[in-house]
């Protein structure tokens, strides 16, 4: 036979039992908010994974020549396969790079160079072809590439600030170059670009081939002028790699198609000079 519960413990009961309900809900909202805040984090880091910094296209070489010699036929498709090399090591130094740099790091530090390489191996191409046939014209039209842009990981909240504070340069940076547009300070500071002598390294040359060599041995100063003058025109721009990304390696890579060309010219009619490539790299004298 059962008996009443005393008043006191009915009391009891009902205290204890709300307490109980009271710290089971409390529990349930933090373990909810935890839920939340881990499903908000693991959201975010999936969206920074999954977004792309996109590819890197660029015009097809191959649809676009005429018929290739059968001599020149090797040479050609070795050219094309580099193509195709470049642009993946282009993809893979985009995707390496992710959020460095400032706002043109793409194409001062990847396009600018792959544009470099292209045209160095596109002229190749077209004078392999040349030696037997006709050398096709306005191949170096097909050179730049395109950023074709899936993704915003490079813009990311995370790399923003770093971003910023790359591309702009500090208040003592930005005072030295204004004082430098009046008083030449800011052309002594930057420095300047120095490249080997390709003329003085020349053998012979056929009478024939005058007029092409002087005419690529004047490109070679063009080539020197303008990266000098971008060399000023980008101070404080970029990362510390900047200078040799940017300049210095598109630079090496215009020269090298040159300095082919010369030693091509002069071979048709007389001994191709051998080993003229090791002139191709410049360096910044400070």
């Known amino acids: ?94 995707v390496d790079t992710v959020g460095q740099g400032g706002a043109n790091f793409v194409q001062n530090a990847i396009l600018g160079p792959l544009e470099g390489k292209r045209v160095s191996t596109i002229d190749r191409i077209a004078i392999s072809i040349g030696r037997q046939g006709t050398k096709p014209q306005g191949l170096d039209a097909l050179a730049p590439c395109a950023l074709d842009a899936g993704g915003i990981a490079d813009t990311g909240e995370d790399s923003a600030a770093g971003d910023e504070a790359e591309a702009t340069p500090g208040a003592e940076e930005t005072a030295a170059e204004g004082a430098g547009e009046d008083t030449g300070a800011d052309a002594a500071g930057v420095g300047t670009i120095s490249c080997p002598d390709v003329a003085s390294q020349l053998p012979a040359i056929p009478a024939s081939a005058q007029a092409e060599v002087d005419r690529n041995l004047a490109l070679l100063q063009t080539q020197i002028d303008e990266a000098n003058t971008r060399l000023q025109n980008t101070v404080g721009q970029g990362g510390a790699n900047f200078v040799q990304n940017a300049i210095l390696g598109p630079l090496a890579d215009k020269r090298v198609s040159t300095i082919d060309r010369i030693a091509i010219s002069i071979g048709r009619k007389g001994t191709k000079p051998q080993g003229l490539d090791a002139l191709a790299a410049c360096a910044l004298n400070k």
């Not at 499903?39 to 097809?60: R, V, Y």
């Not at 010699?69 to 282009?90: F, G, H, K, W, Y």
């Open 1 to 94: 036979m059962s008996r009443a519960l005393p008043k006191y413990n009915k009391r009891r009961v009902i205290v204890i039992g709300a307490a109980a309900a009271l710290a089971l809900s409390g529990a349930v909202v933090v373990n909810s908010a935890l839920a939340g805040e881990s499903s908000k984090s693991s959201g975010s880091t999936n969206a920074k994974t999954l977004a792309s910094p996109g590819t890197i296209t660029c015009p097809d070489v191959a649809s676009q020549l005429p018929a290739i010699p059968a001599s020149a036929q090797a040479e050609v498709d070795r050219n094309l396969a580099l193509l195709q090399t470049q642009i993946a090591e282009a993809n893979k130094r985009l």
